[in-house]
């Protein structure tokens, strides 16, 4: 629990703040406060370098703003743990600046001319009596009361989290180890197979020291009710037999068909529920608010990734506020690149000669914010093709045209060659035309990639989509070389055929799965998965292959050759946000290479199609992928 909060400027001006119990207003209106033994000791002499202050027994931590000169200081008791305290001041920082920004540039603005004496003195020696702050910065209380509210319930289940799997283990009542092949683990969606087994064998450890001291409480109960102790101690061999932990089976041993199916877990026990399938709660698995929406027309769409629910005013407040750059970059002027372009004001017809050091500047500039330089290179190229020869005023005119060379270029640059409307050409396809002797050719599309992108895993997930709108898809399973990798398909399929269209639990025949196993020919086997699907009316075939690096040219070969002996309807390169800029190299040489070994043997070349990109939750200002 926090005890006070503040927001001020550097000259001193309190702006806002809030203590939370009443020992802590009293302490911080006093001059021992820990927040005025902040600004003496760190700030203004400068005797810590530490991110904490601590202070009679208060933990301080703050942050600044040096563009509008402000600090922002949050004090709690240092014998709590509070992990959250530094999101907070991130979080509070943005969000104070976002909303009010107006506000506190003028006012900044006026202490510096209190200090150039070009105001009274009166108003100098207490500035705070002009500035009715509580007005200023209404409604900043409901919206900090709601921000704490939310990192604070974050926190706490980030907590319960980190404790789930011991809380788990301790409601299940595991059975110690032993021969016989049924106390084998068997499937659980909620905790990891070697969290299971650890908490087996520690329960297995407590049962076995718990039966220890029974067994010498019944030795002697066993002498004297018979006399003797041979009886009880033939039995008790037999339970410690029974009881005896199996011995680890190593490598030197082939492994028994008993062996192999025990630990085979990619396929449901038998027995374990109807039809041998796992009796599973699929409401408890699948998050309902995560799923998408439908539209008037059936389509089912993705839903758009949020920031959190907006169910009230609040919320509102701070959506918007975090929505706010986009709606200043649509209304402001062009920020940086407008002092690049300042120099062309005046009524004159420009040349390339003029543009051409205003287009390197943009073109640095660029590049410093992660644009990779081959974008920024088309970006400046076209915008200077549409400003040659147009007559400049005034800075609002040059701005304007600035403004609209860009967008004509980056829209240009963004404008797909081929339709990306993937659902449309599938029903376009289905619905086409046949003669009475064709035969109707599924949709296909292969993904690749390098390795470890999620190509896989971002299949299964465009294979619920086409569910959920109404397709039958076979998935190939073309990697024939990593181990698992056939195994991890076979687990999205029984996953996926479990929900069906809408959640429901009857699509078993919505996805199936095509393999052949390990060390086969991936052209082959997508031929074959789509001769299958030709002849069991499937409409979609997605075809996984092995990752592979750009550079290397024999899998690139090979890669090549699945594509010119299948012909598939799309190509989609998976790449990862993470890294970078190397998403565009890995992009070029993918299509590049597709284009000249495709071409060579068939005459007809095929290039990338489509990108998709995942893990976006890694990207942030130092690894950023752009357009």
Same mark, same amino acid.
């Given at each position: 629990?926090?005890?006070?909060?503040? $927001?001020?400027?550097?000259?001193?001006?309190?702006?806002?703040?809030?203590?939370?119990?009443?020992?802590?207003?009293?302490?911080?209106?006093?001059?021992?406060?820990?927040?005025?033994?902040? $600004?003496?000791?760190?700030?203004?002499?400068?005797?810590?370098?530490?991110?904490?202050?601590?202070?009679?027994?208060?933990?301080?931590?703050?942050?600044?703003?040096?563009?509008?000169?402000?600090?922002?200081?949050?004090?709690?008791?240092?014998?709590?743990?509070?992990?959250?305290?530094?999101?907070?001041?991130?979080?509070?920082?943005?969000?104070?600046?976002?909303?009010? @920004?107006?506000?506190?540039?003028?006012?900044?603005?006026?202490?510096?001319?209190?200090?150039?004496?070009?105001?009274?003195?009166?108003?100098? +020696?207490?500035?705070?009596?002009?500035?009715?702050?509580?007005?200023?910065?209404?409604?900043?209380?409901?919206?900090?009361?709601?921000?704490?509210?939310?990192?604070?319930?974050?926190?706490?289940?980030?907590?319960?989290?980190?404790?789930?799997?011991?809380?788990?283990?301790?409601?299940?009542?595991?059975?110690?180890?032993?021969?016989?092949?049924?106390?084998?683990?068997?499937?659980?969606?909620?905790?990891?197979?070697?969290?299971?087994?650890?908490?087996?064998?520690?329960?297995? &450890?407590?049962?076995?020291?718990?039966?220890?001291?029974? +067994?010498?409480?019944?030795? =002697?109960?066993?002498?004297?009710?018979?006399?003797s102790g041979r009886d009880g101690s033939d039995n008790?061999?037999? /339970?410690?037999?029974?009881?005896?932990?199996?011995?680890?089976?190593?490598?030197?041993?082939?492994?028994?068909?008993?062996?192999?199916?025990?630990?085979?877990?990619?396929?449901?026990?038998?027995?374990?529920?109807?039809? =041998?399938?796992?009796?599973?709660?699929?409401?408890?698995?699948?998050? @309902?608010?995560?799923?998408?929406? +439908?539209?008037?027309?059936?389509?089912?769409?993705?839903?758009?990734?949020?920031?959190?629910?907006?169910?009230?005013?609040?919320?509102?407040?701070?959506?918007?506020?975090?929505?706010?750059?986009?709606?200043?970059?649509?209304?402001?002027?062009?920020?940086?690149?407008?002092?690049?372009?300042?120099?062309?004001?005046?009524?004159?017809?420009?040349?390339?000669?003029?543009?051409?050091?205003?287009?390197?500047?943009?073109?640095?500039?660029?590049? /410093?914010?992660?644009?990779?330089?081959?974008?920024?290179? /088309?970006?400046?190229? =076209?915008?200077?093709?549409?400003?040659?020869?147009?007559?400049?005023?005034?800075?609002?005119?040059?701005?304007?045209?600035?403004?609209?060379?860009?967008?004509?270029?980056?829209?240009?640059?963004?404008?797909?060659?081929?339709?990306?409307?993937?659902l449309l050409s599938i029903r376009t396809k289905l619905?086409?035309?046949?003669?009475?002797?064709?035969? +109707?050719?599924?949709?296909?599309?292969?993904?690749?990639?390098?390795?470890?992108?999620?190509?896989?895993?971002?299949?299964?997930?465009?294979?619920?989509?086409?569910?959920?709108?109404?397709?039958?898809?076979?998935?190939?399973?073309?990697?024939?070389?990593?181990?698992?990798?056939? @195994?991890?398909?076979?687990?999205?399929?029984?996953?996926?055929?479990?929900?069906?269209?809408?959640?429901?639990?009857?699509?078993?025949?919505?996805?199936?799965?095509?393999?052949?196993?390990?060390?086969?020919?991936?052209?082959? $086997?997508?031929?074959?998965?789509?001769?299958?699907?030709?002849?069991?009316?499937?409409?979609?075939?997605? $075809?996984?292959?092995?990752?592979?690096?750009?550079?290397?040219?024999?899998?690139?070969?090979?890669?090549?050759?699945?594509?010119? *002996?299948?012909?598939?309807?799309?190509?989609?390169? *998976?790449?990862?946000?993470?890294?970078?800029?190397?998403? *565009?190299?890995?992009?070029?040489?993918?299509?590049?290479?597709?284009?000249?070994?495709?071409?060579?043997?068939?005459?007809?070349?095929?290039?990338?199609?489509?990108?998709?990109?995942?893990?976006?939750?890694?990207?942030?200002?130092?690894?950023? &992928?752009?357009?």
């Amino acid at each position: 629990m926090l005890d006070h909060c503040s $927001i001020s400027h550097k000259g001193g001006v309190v702006l806002w703040s809030r203590s939370f119990t009443p020992e802590a207003s009293h302490i911080t209106s006093s001059p021992a406060s820990p927040v005025n033994s902040l $600004i003496r000791d760190a700030l203004i002499e400068g005797r810590t370098t530490e991110e904490k202050y601590e202070k009679d027994g208060y933990a301080v931590k703050w942050t600044f703003v040096n563009d509008l000169e402000l600090i922002f200081v949050v004090a709690y008791q240092r014998i709590l743990q509070l992990t959250y305290v530094d999101d907070l001041l991130t979080a509070m920082r943005a969000l104070f600046i976002k909303l009010f @920004e107006p506000f506190l540039a003028t006012f900044v603005a006026s202490l510096h001319a209190m200090n150039n004496g070009k105001q009274a003195l009166s108003t100098v +020696r207490d500035p705070s009596t002009s500035w009715n702050f509580a007005k200023a910065f209404e409604g900043w209380d409901k919206v900090f009361d709601k921000l704490l509210k939310g990192i604070e319930e974050k926190a706490s289940q980030e907590r319960k989290s980190r404790f789930r799997p011991i809380t788990h283990v301790e409601q299940s009542t595991p059975k110690p180890p032993s021969d016989d092949l049924s106390t084998l683990p068997s499937e659980s969606p909620d905790v990891p197979q070697d969290e299971q087994q650890i908490a087996r064998n520690v329960q297995a &450890l407590k049962d076995r020291l718990r039966g220890r001291g029974n +067994r010498r409480g019944g030795r =002697g109960i066993s002498r004297v009710e018979s006399g003797s102790g041979r009886d009880g101690s033939d039995n008790e061999s037999t /339970k410690r037999k029974q009881k005896a932990k199996a011995g680890r089976k190593w490598g030197d041993e082939t492994p028994s068909e008993s062996d192999m199916a025990s630990l085979d877990f990619s396929v449901d026990k038998a027995g374990s529920g109807a039809n =041998g399938r796992l009796t599973l709660d699929l409401q408890s698995l699948v998050d @309902e608010a995560s799923l998408g929406t +439908r539209t008037k027309d059936g389509m089912y769409e993705v839903k758009d990734w949020d920031f959190g629910p907006k169910d009230g005013e609040t919320d509102d407040v701070i959506a918007r506020a975090l929505r706010s750059d986009a709606s200043k970059q649509s209304t402001s002027s062009l920020g940086s690149l407008g002092f690049l372009f300042a120099r062309l004001t005046g009524s004159k017809v420009l040349t390339e000669d003029d543009l051409k050091p205003v287009l390197e500047g943009m073109k640095q500039h660029l590049m /410093k914010k992660n644009v990779a330089k081959e974008i920024a290179d /088309k970006v400046c190229e =076209g915008v200077g093709e549409n400003l040659v020869g147009k007559k400049v005023g005034g800075f609002q005119t040059t701005n304007n045209a600035v403004r609209m060379a860009l967008s004509t270029s980056l829209t240009r640059i963004l404008t797909p060659k081929t339709s990306t409307d993937v659902l449309l050409s599938i029903r376009t396809k289905l619905s086409s035309p046949l003669t009475s002797s064709q035969q +109707r050719i599924p949709y296909s599309i292969v993904f690749v990639g390098v390795n470890g992108v999620g190509k896989s895993t971002n299949l299964s997930k465009v294979c619920f989509w086409l569910i959920q709108n109404g397709f039958r898809v076979l998935i190939a399973a073309c990697d024939t070389f990593r181990s698992g990798a056939v @195994e991890q398909l076979r687990v999205h399929v029984r996953n996926l055929s479990m929900l069906g269209a809408d959640g429901a639990t009857n699509g078993q025949g919505s996805v199936e799965l095509y393999e052949k196993g390990y060390g086969k020919d991936a052209a082959g $086997i997508a031929r074959e998965a789509i001769a299958h699907a030709k002849n069991n009316n499937f409409d979609v075939v997605l $075809i996984d292959t092995a990752g592979r690096m750009q550079d290397n040219e024999p899998l690139m070969r090979a890669l090549a050759k699945l594509v010119a *002996v299948n012909n598939p309807d799309k190509i989609l390169f *998976v790449g990862e946000a993470l890294v970078g800029n190397e998403a *565009v190299d890995q992009l070029t040489k993918f299509d590049r290479a597709l284009r000249d070994f495709s071409g060579a043997s068939t005459g007809k070349s095929r290039g990338i199609d489509g990108m998709l990109i995942t893990k976006w939750d890694t990207v942030d200002d130092k690894a950023r &992928l752009q357009p």
